[in-house]
């Protein structure tokens, strides 16, 4: 056991402590503040790890990729390339207090990297709560019987009246005339068409008339669906309300938001395996039908590898923003491990839940698994929606599944939007440290209003499309050029040094696989997902509808603007610095003076104080606690 001592950050030369209300009298760091308690920090982690991905992509790339052989690359990418990096980014931003842009000052040459992570951040936040708002809405959906999408005797009357036979589909088209005061549902009937000739279930003619309006192509933007843009403002006033305090008020709500899905995954499997059917559908994903000979296809690990680093949210700015604020001699080893076992473990459960279902829902179709099975929006508002419409008490299944997939979505949005704002305080504290609650509105009415062509007629077009082009290839070349940097120009070495000053000295063997990692193994395989990522490179498309040249042309701009800021930010740090050209290069290569812990009496020797000439005034108490 050791101790450490409280250290008081005072903000003005005069030495008046004006303490951010949000932070609280128990904090370490009354500058930054910290979370509340080491569970808050690891739910909202699990939170921000665990999202959409693991559900409506995961248990479709295993399917599709040979079953339980998929498990093979999956495990194996996540050891060298998920961890690893999840790893470094998590203690960068514990050490040093900062976010993911002041990290650099590590690397000043690369703090163009953290502006692209923060950039990347607001483009996925804009269309991200969009995908909450498309759940908020088939919530308010499923609150009636029938569901809307489902099917029923052609003879019957209701709000929904459709048929499936195996030769015919009986469909009726739905208006939704929603205004801010209430849901108002009006049905009427159309003439009975034939499934396969007309090419889409009920649940897909609801998703594309009903729920997005959807246009014929990104050409015909057409005017903003109301309803859409009512559940987009209350998913920006769920996200407003979360982060109003910061981390103290997303600690708490992250109890719910970050349990909560694994309790209706668990429901969802429980009554998926009751059903006739749920056997092929568990099959089909992971069972006996499991294919090794997909192993020798690269893009079985390509596809794992890709897997792995997007759903541990690696390169966004997250990890980074969300450790900052841990105390100094936290675990973060430790909690690595824990984040990311207990994603990909959730991954592996969720897709149970799923293709148990999906399995009854062939079966009910007479139809091979396969032709069920999707992902994606797909997934999540088409084939799963339609196999809930099958079970008993339909609605209640479908509220728990859509709750589930807003709390989901939730907790990333919270780590999505909390990089934003760290960032902006981290720029400016003196002028925004008390004003975290009007930083957090000011984000959420400004990215609510950019994302109102997102909710337009063609809005899933837009939504496609920034998913394509910002939270794709961007982020390997953020992560490929955080951990050289952090390797090669940084030092491996010393970063494992900064690291044992938080979490004590260890053998040189505890060491030896993270420096296989990060000096070589790691920045292969990005590369190589990489260079084989746009090599493979071919033109977005939703369905069968393909994108405009100048949507295309769009997103290769959001994708320029989010990367140009690197070689920006390397050539303004090395013009500012002194010296003849190579010095210019070296300095900007070196870490910064104030590089180092941000609490005095953290630094230590390795560091030192940061200067007599501060004008800031560190003061040490003597106060002492045991050592987590």
Same mark, same amino acid.
């Given at each position: 056991?050791?101790?450490?001592?409280?250290?008081?950050?005072?903000?003005?030369? /005069?030495?008046?402590?004006?303490?951010?209300?949000? *932070?609280?009298?128990?904090?370490?760091?009354?500058?930054?503040?910290?979370?509340?308690?080491?569970?808050?920090?690891?739910?909202? &982690?699990?939170?921000?790890?665990?999202?959409?991905?693991?559900?409506?992509?995961?248990?479709?790339?295993?399917?599709?990729?040979?079953?339980?052989?998929?498990?093979?690359?999956?495990?194996?990418?996540?050891?060298?390339?998920?961890?690893?990096?999840?790893?470094?980014?998590?203690?960068?931003?514990?050490?040093?207090?900062?976010?993911?842009?002041?990290?650099?000052?590590?690397?000043?040459?690369?703090?163009? *990297?953290?502006?692209?992570?923060?950039?990347?951040?607001?483009?996925?936040?804009?269309?991200? /709560?969009?995908?909450?708002?498309?759940?908020?809405?088939?919530?308010?959906?499923? +609150?009636?019987?029938?569901?809307?999408?489902?099917?029923?005797?052609?003879?019957?009357?209701?709000?929904?009246?459709?048929?499936?036979?195996?030769?015919?589909?009986?469909?009726?088209?739905?208006?939704?005339?929603?205004?801010?005061?209430?849901? /108002?549902?009006?049905?009427?009937?159309?003439?009975?068409?034939?499934?396969?000739? !007309?090419?889409?279930?009920?649940?897909?003619?609801?998703?594309?008339?009903?729920?997005?309006?959807?246009?014929?192509? &990104?050409?015909?933007?057409?005017?903003?669906?109301?309803?859409?843009?009512? +559940?987009?403002?209350?998913?920006?006033?769920?996200?407003?309300?979360?982060?109003?305090?910061?981390?103290?008020?997303?600690?708490? *709500?992250?109890?719910?938001?970050?349990?909560?899905?694994?309790?209706?995954?668990?429901?969802?499997?429980?009554?998926?395996?009751?059903?006739?059917?749920?056997?092929?559908? $568990?099959?089909?994903?992971?069972?006996?039908?499991? /294919?090794?000979?997909?192993?020798?296809?690269?893009?079985?690990?390509?596809?794992?590898?890709?897997?792995?680093?997007?759903?541990?949210?690696?390169?966004?700015?997250?990890?980074?923003?969300?450790?900052?604020?841990?105390?100094?001699?936290?675990?973060?080893?430790?909690?690595?491990?824990?984040?990311?076992?207990?994603?990909?473990?959730?991954?592996?459960?969720?897709?149970?839940?799923?293709?148990? $279902?999906?399995?009854?829902?062939?079966?009910?179709?007479?139809?091979?698994?396969?032709?069920?099975?999707?992902?994606?929006?797909?997934?999540?508002?088409?084939?799963?929606?339609?196999?809930?419409?099958?079970?008993?008490?339909?609605?209640?299944?479908?509220?728990?599944?859509?709750?589930?997939?807003?709390?989901?979505?939730?907790?990333?949005?919270?780590?999505?939007?909390?990089?934003?704002?760290?960032?902006?305080?981290?720029?400016?504290?003196?002028?925004?440290?008390?004003?975290?609650? $009007?930083?957090?509105?000011?984000? +959420?009415?400004?990215?609510?209003?950019?994302?109102?062509?997102?909710?337009?007629?063609?809005?899933?077009?837009?939504?496609?499309?920034?998913?394509?082009?910002? !939270?794709?290839?961007?982020?390997?070349?953020?992560?490929?050029?955080?951990?050289?940097?952090?390797?090669?120009?940084?030092?491996?070495?010393?970063?494992?040094?900064?690291?044992? &000053?938080?979490?004590?000295?260890?053998?040189?063997?505890?060491?030896?696989?993270?420096?296989?990692?990060?000096?070589?193994?790691?920045?292969?395989?990005?590369?190589?997902?990489? *260079?084989?990522?746009?090599?493979?490179?071919?033109?977005?498309?939703?369905?069968?509808?393909?994108?405009?040249?100048?949507?295309?042309?769009?997103?290769?701009?959001?994708? !320029?603007?989010?990367?140009?800021?690197?070689?920006?930010?390397?050539?303004?740090?090395?013009?500012?610095?002194?010296?003849?050209?190579?010095?210019?290069?070296?300095?900007?290569?070196?870490?910064?003076?104030?590089?180092?812990?941000?609490?005095?009496?953290?630094?230590?020797?390795?560091?030192?104080?940061?200067?007599?000439?501060?004008?800031?005034?560190?003061?040490?108490?003597?106060?002492?606690?045991?050592?987590?």
């Amino acid at each position: 056991m050791s101790i450490y001592y409280y250290c008081y950050f005072l903000q003005d030369s /005069n030495g008046s402590n004006k303490q951010d209300p949000h *932070v609280g009298q128990e904090d370490e760091n009354t500058d930054r503040g910290n979370w509340s308690s080491k569970r808050e920090y690891m739910l909202s &982690m699990i939170g921000y790890a665990v999202g959409l991905g693991n559900v409506w992509r995961f248990p479709y790339l295993a399917y599709k990729h040979g079953g339980g052989a998929f498990l093979i690359p999956y495990t194996i990418m996540l050891a060298v390339a998920g961890l690893p990096l999840f790893f470094m980014e998590s203690s960068f931003g514990q050490f040093c207090s900062q976010g993911p842009i002041n990290v650099w000052k590590a690397v000043p040459i690369l703090q163009g *990297v953290g502006i692209t992570m923060m950039l990347v951040s607001t483009f996925v936040a804009i269309y991200y /709560n969009v995908i909450i708002a498309y759940s908020i809405y088939y919530l308010f959906a499923s +609150c009636q019987y029938p569901l809307p999408w489902s099917a029923k005797d052609c003879n019957s009357t209701g709000l929904l009246d459709c048929f499936f036979s195996k030769e015919t589909l009986c469909c009726i088209s739905i208006a939704y005339n929603i205004t801010a005061a209430t849901l /108002n549902v009006t049905a009427e009937n159309q003439t009975c068409q034939n499934e396969f000739t !007309a090419g889409q279930s009920p649940s897909e003619k609801y998703w594309d008339e009903v729920a997005l309006q959807r246009t014929s192509s &990104m050409n015909e933007t057409g005017p903003v669906v109301w309803h859409l843009a009512l +559940c987009l403002l209350l998913a920006w006033i769920l996200v407003g309300a979360a982060l109003f305090k910061g981390i103290k008020s997303s600690g708490k *709500v992250v109890y719910f938001t970050a349990t909560f899905p694994y309790v209706v995954l668990f429901i969802l499997l429980i009554r998926g395996v009751t059903l006739e059917g749920a056997k092929d559908g $568990i099959e089909f994903y992971i069972g006996s039908k499991s /294919n090794l000979t997909k192993l020798t296809d690269s893009e079985v690990w390509k596809d794992a590898a890709t897997q792995i680093f997007f759903s541990l949210s690696i390169a966004w700015g997250g990890l980074m923003a969300l450790s900052s604020y841990n105390k100094f001699y936290n675990n973060c080893y430790q909690d690595s491990i824990i984040v990311c076992v207990t994603n990909c473990g959730t991954s592996v459960f969720a897709g149970f839940a799923i293709f148990s $279902i999906l399995g009854h829902m062939a079966h009910v179709y007479q139809r091979p698994v396969s032709e069920v099975a999707d992902a994606g929006f797909g997934l999540a508002f088409i084939a799963y929606p339609d196999a809930l419409s099958k079970l008993p008490i339909s609605p209640l299944w479908s509220i728990l599944f859509f709750v589930m997939l807003i709390t989901l979505g939730l907790d990333s949005q919270f780590a999505g939007i909390e990089v934003i704002a760290t960032c902006l305080q981290d720029a400016y504290p003196k002028l925004l440290k008390s004003k975290r609650g $009007i930083v957090t509105t000011a984000v +959420c009415i400004v990215l609510f209003l950019l994302g109102l062509p997102c909710i337009t007629r063609a809005g899933i077009y837009w939504v496609n499309l920034i998913d394509t082009f910002c !939270a794709g290839w961007i982020l390997l070349v953020a992560g490929l050029l955080e951990v050289l940097g952090l390797s090669i120009l940084y030092g491996g070495n010393r970063f494992i040094k900064d690291i044992e &000053m938080m979490i004590g000295s260890k053998s040189a063997l505890f060491w030896l696989w993270w420096r296989a990692c990060w000096f070589f193994i790691t920045p292969v395989v990005l590369s190589i997902i990489l *260079v084989w990522s746009l090599y493979t490179f071919t033109s977005p498309t939703y369905g069968s509808v393909a994108y405009p040249d100048w949507g295309i042309s769009l997103g290769w701009g959001m994708t !320029a603007f989010c990367l140009i800021w690197i070689p920006i930010l390397a050539v303004w740090k090395v013009y500012k610095a002194s010296g003849g050209p190579w010095q210019r290069i070296k300095e900007a290569c070196s870490p910064t003076e104030d590089w180092g812990p941000y609490l005095e009496c953290h630094r230590g020797e390795r560091y030192g104080t940061r200067g007599a000439t501060d004008p800031n005034i560190f003061v040490i108490s003597n106060k002492f606690t045991t050592r987590l």
